[in-house]
């Protein structure tokens, strides 16, 4: 049972919904088993694609929703309604370091599997030309990984996700941290866990979705540039 399950461990690359710069909307998604190295690919139909794209305009329009400025307050009028202070140092020693790491990596396991279900919906299809390939991952990778549609004004390879990645991981990830074994009532102890946990969860996410992703990226666009080269040497 375990193996079947390791056997089946993949990456899932971006869907091409047209949404980002060179991506023309194929809706050609593909998918990498990482122990076999064999691709599937699926394709969205252009209404699946028009929905993809509505769900991520209506996503954009409620980030204004994360910010600190509207959680802080919340968060302080949720915890006026408790009087009884802990400190998670005290009340869980060692446990209440690691608490949040444990629960980073549930949600970062319980998201990738959320994923993956949703794209086992995604209509399955034959492998597109290796021409066609090649241009979805290098397309993909480009905007996904290698540059940041959001921070465009940063021309340098991977140096916008690289910053991001740092700003999490040395800042915000160790303050948040600070401020989570602060005293503080057992309700806001439990939002500051929650909001820690999805910090963390970035971190295995940062690896698998990014340093992994890219290592395989190049390596099935190095045996695309070979297959195509031998391709054309024979015509």
């Given at each position: ?11 899932l690359f971006a869907v091409d919904n ?218």
């Open positions: 049972m375990e193996l079947s399950i390791v056997k089946k461990i993949r990456l047209g949404m980002g710069t060179n991506l023309k909307g194929t809706g050609l998604a593909a998918e990498y088993y990482l122990l076999s190295g064999d691709i599937i690919w699926r394709k969205l139909d252009k209404e699946s694609i028009r929905n993809h794209q509505n769900i991520a305009k209506k996503i954009g329009r409620l980030t204004w929703m994360s910010s600190p400025f509207l959680i802080v307050p919340i968060m302080a009028f949720i915890a006026s309604y408790s009087d009884n202070y802990i400190v998670p140092q005290i009340e869980f020693g060692l446990f209440s370091f690691l608490l949040p790491m444990i629960l980073g990596i549930w949600l970062f396991i319980s998201f990738e599997l959320w994923m993956v279900s949703i794209r086992n919906t995604y209509p399955l299809i034959e492998a597109p030309s290796r021409t066609v390939q090649k241009e979805y991952f290098e397309v993909t990778h480009d905007i996904t990984l290698k540059h940041n549609d959001v921070l465009k004004q940063i021309k340098t390879p991977y140096l916008a996700n690289i910053l991001v990645v740092l700003f999490i991981v040395f800042a915000v990830i160790p303050f948040v941290y600070w401020f989570y074994f602060m005293p503080s009532t057992i309700i806001e102890f439990m939002e500051k866990l929650v909001v820690l946990a999805i910090l963390l969860s970035l971190v295995p996410n940062i690896i698998w979705n990014g340093i992994v992703k890219t290592v395989i990226n190049k390596k099935i666009i190095d045996e695309l540039n070979a297959k195509i080269e031998n391709e054309n040497r024979k015509l």
